[in-house]
C-alpha cells in the first residue's frame, strides 16, 4: 500500500523558514518523480515543485524560485521542501504526491501558517 506521510507544518513569522518532509512507503521511492502541491484557505490544488527520480532534475513554480528548494534522499525514502522567506500567501496545506504509473498518490498534508 502506497503512503505518504507528511510533517514539518506549523506556525511562522514572515521571513521565516520551514522544512517539510514527506516519508514515502509502499512503492520504489527511487524510481518515481515526487511532487509538492499546496492548497490555501478556500482555494484549489496549487502545484508547488517536482523532483525527478534521481534529483537531477527539479522544477518550481515561478513565485517559488528562490525560496523553495526541494530535494531527497532516497536510502529514506524521503522527499524534503526547505520553505524560506516565507510570506503570509504561502500560508496553507501542503500535499506529497507520488505520480504511479499514471496513478496519483497523495499523502495528508501538513499546514503551514505564515503570520506575525
Known amino acids: 500500500e502506497v503512503q505518504l506521510v507528511e510533517s514539518g507544518g506549523g506556525l511562522v513569522q514572515p521571513g521565516g523558514s520551514l522544512r517539510l518532509s514527506c516519508a514515502a512507503s509502499g512503492f520504489s521511492f527511487e524510481d518515481y518523480t515526487m511532487s509538492w502541491v499546496r492548497q490555501a484557505p478556500g482555494k484549489g490544488l496549487e502545484w508547488v515543485s517536482s523532483i525527478s527520480w534521481n534529483g537531477g532534475i527539479t522544477h518550481y513554480t515561478e513565485s517559488m524560485k528562490g525560496r523553495f528548494t526541494i530535494s531527497r534522499d532516497n536510502a529514506k525514502n524521503t522527499v524534503y521542501l526547505q520553505m524560506n522567506s516565507l510570506k503570509p500567501e504561502d500560508t496553507a496545506a501542503y500535499l506529497c504526491?507520488?505520480?504511479?504509473?499514471?496513478?496519483?498518490?497523495w499523502g495528508q498534508g501538513t499546514h503551514v501558517t505564515v503570520s506575525s
Open positions: 504526491n507520488a505520480n504511479i504509473l499514471t496513478r496519483h498518490y
